[in-house]
């Protein structure tokens, strides 16, 4: 088998005979701690309302307020979300993982950093990157024939069918990685 291309970061390595090749994400830039410290700041201002709210609506010297109820109940939903992107923002990213077993093949699709892009195609794909969870899955023989390099106008993908989904592999990787990935898949799997 042969190694990745000069100043590549994937690694190769072989576990109980198996190949495995680990493929770092992407790093997610400085912008990401910009957006850190305002959140943090937002957050700080968040709990002062939220403890506002709280007291006021406890201490219910005007009785009852519906009002005050509702938006303590959407101001803790709103500071929830805003506490879930925090963490999403400086969670540490999970490489990607691809064990050349045989006959199947098993892929660990990693957690990305969060992507603070401003090109998603639709509000969709922010809330579906927000909340992207970590996946291993077994593509069987047939499924790896659907296994091609794709090439685009903005570059190559990798991509492979699984039922109804597909998925790009090395996504994080340059084109001459995916590129290398690709002939070493076709070479073990014969496609």
């Known amino acids: 088998m042969t190694a990745p291309p000069d100043n590549s970061r994937i ?10 090749i680990t493929i770092p994400q992407p790093h997610a830039g400085t912008f990401r701690y910009c957006i850190g410290i305002f959140m943090a700041f937002w957050l700080g201002g968040w709990a002062m309302g939220w403890k506002a709210a709280t007291t ?5 010297t005007k009785g009852p307020d519906l009002f005050m109820f509702f938006w303590l109940g959407a101001w803790t939903v709103g500071g929830i979300l805003a506490m879930y992107f925090l963490y999403r923002l400086f969670r ?4 990607e993982k691809i064990i050349l077993s045989y006959p199947a093949m ?12 401003f090109s998603f195609g639709s509000q969709m794909d922010i809330w579906k990157k927000m909340f992207q ?7 069987d023989s047939s499924e790896i024939m659907t296994l091609s ?12 069918d699984h039922g109804s989904e597909r998925y790009d592999l090395a996504a994080g990787a340059s084109e001459p990685e995916r590129e290398w990935l690709f002939g070493i898949l076709k070479e073990h799997y014969r496609i």
């Open 11 to 20: 690694s190769l390595e072989y576990l109980q005979g198996q190949p495995e």
């Open 56 to 60: 006021e609506l406890l201490q219910g």
């Open 106 to 117: 098993i892929y660990d699709t990693g957690v990305p950093p969060l992507n603070l892009s």
């Open 92 to 95: 540490p990213s999970v490489p």
């Open 149 to 160: 390099l794709r090439e685009f106008d903005s570059g190559n993908r990798l991509t492979i």
């Open 133 to 139: 969870k970590r996946r291993t899955i077994e593509f």
